[in-house]
């Protein structure tokens, strides 16, 4: 397993304590989850900007009662 190293201030690393402790967690744990949650939140966020350019495009919508006609059902 990879080692990464973070700077962070006698304050800093206390506060990051204590919201281990506080969550029953391991720092490392803790930080490495708060990471890859923000990613995945940003990653979201682009993908529905991405989504929202395409439908700007052409914005026709149907009803529920056109897409069940144009799929004949």
């Not at 744990?29 to 350019?53: P, R, W």
Request: proline letters at 0%; hydrophobic letters at 35%; glycine letters at 2%.
């Amino acid at each position: 397993m990879a080692v990464i190293t973070m700077r962070v201030t006698e304050q800093e690393k206390d506060a990051l304590q204590k919201a281990a402790e506080f969550n029953n967690s391991k720092m490392s744990t803790m930080i490495k989850k708060i990471v890859f949650d923000y990613l995945e939140d940003e990653y979201d966020i682009q993908a529905a900007d991405q989504a929202h350019k395409e439908f700007t495009k052409d914005s026709k919508t149907y009803t529920h009662k056109e897409m069940k006609e144009m799929l004949g059902l």
